[in-house]
């Protein structure tokens, strides 16, 4: 079983950039489609990004096209989430996960991003 660790969240204004790591262990990532949720406060943990397993496609939320970009690295088992030109809206816990037989069942712990007015 692979376990997923995120990191680089944090705080950042609204207009500004972070990088969101998602790295695993335990097994490669390379079979997986992966992606990337987050969840606000009082609201409904929400798809951002996902990336197939040979990074061939890519897809977003509405909310965060044009803005954020899911890539990945199988050689260094990790994946990103580029997110540029934040806005308050975008503010919440970050989650990665892998896709197993078409549902994503294996989540990270998450990362807070913060987005200040």
């Known amino acids: 079983q692979v376990q997923l660790v995120e990191s680089g969240g944090g705080l950042v204004q609204a207009g500004g950039s972070l990088r969101l790591s998602c790295a695993a262990s335990?097994?490669?990532?390379?079979?997986?489609?992966m992606g990337w949720f987050r969840q606000a406060p009082g609201k409904e943990r929400e798809f951002v990004a996902g990336i197939t397993w040979n990074a061939g496609v890519t897809y977003y939320a509405d909310s965060v096209k044009g803005r954020f970009t899911i890539s990945r690295d199988n050689a260094k088992n990790t994946v990103y989430l580029q997110m540029n030109r934040l806005k308050p809206e975008d503010m919440a816990d970050y989650y990665c996960?892998?896709?197993?037989?078409?549902?994503?069942?294996?989540w990270g712990q998450g990362t807070q991003v913060t987005v200040s007015s």
């Open positions: 996960s892998a896709g197993v037989a078409g549902a994503y069942k294996i």
């Open positions: 335990g097994r490669t990532l390379s079979s997986y489609h």
